[in-house]
């Protein structure tokens, strides 16, 4: 998919990963800071790895969103007003 206008940054992004494996299940912690102000950050697990299909792999996670004074589908992806 082609870019278009302006870049979106999120800054102080930050992934920890605890004993990783391909063949069983480990615990990840993902934050940053969302591009319009507020921040978003996920605790969960994941695995074990499918090596057919990553995509169906198993995986929970909790996600908090702690929105800016933007509207909500703005908080993530900024739209142009």
């Known amino acids: 998919m082609p870019a ?3 870049p979106i940054v999120y800054q102080h992004v930050n992934l920890t990963v605890r004993d ?7 615990p990840f912690e993902l934050s940053a800071d969302l591009p319009a102000g507020g921040a978003i950050s996920a605790t969960g697990h994941v695995g074990p790895f499918n090596r057919d299909d990553v995509a169906a792999s198993p995986g ?3 996600v908090y969103v ?6 909500p589908p703005d908080f993530l992806i900024p739209m142009p007003a």
């Open 20 to 26: 990783f494996s391909f063949a069983s299940q480990f």
């Open 60 to 62: 929970d996670a909790q």
């Open 66 to 71: 702690k929105a800016s004074t933007q509207s």
């Open 4 to 6: 278009r206008g302006e």
